[in-house]
């Protein structure tokens, strides 16, 4: 069973900054893409950024310069580094695996205060 947890989440105030975290297990991670999307209340879920098996990112328009994301293989973790928080950045932050199937984390609320 193939599952993914996110951690790291909370109340932040703008231009602050926080990791989260998201572990899997079941999967064999270097095997998978993965990615974190963001879902605000009464909006679609949209990809914040991206990394393949490569180690290649790609990243979102709104978050570029300040949003990293990265991942240890051998953790079986990816990580999303993010900084200079905005309000606007407030969502649900989701993770995602993919290759053949793909796989989604439970979420994890980020709010940032202004």
């Known amino acids: 069973q193939v599952q993914l947890v996110e951690s790291g989440g909370g109340l932040v105030q703008a231009g602050g900054s926080l990791r989260l975290s998201c572990v899997g297990s079941g999967i064999i991670f270097r095997f998978v893409h993965m990615g974190w999307y963001r879902q605000a209340p009464g909006e679609q879920r949209d990809l914040v950024a991206s990394i393949t098996t490569g180690g290649v990112t790609n990243y979102a328009d709104s978050v570029k310069g300040r949003f990293t994301i990265s991942r240890d293989n051998a953790k079986n973790t990816v990580y999303l580094q993010m900084t200079s928080l905005k309000p606007e950045d407030t969502a649900v932050y989701y993770c995602?695996?993919?290759?053949?199937?793909?796989?989604w984390g439970q979420g994890i609320q980020v709010t940032v205060s202004s």
């Open positions: 995602k695996a993919w290759g053949v199937r793909e796989y």
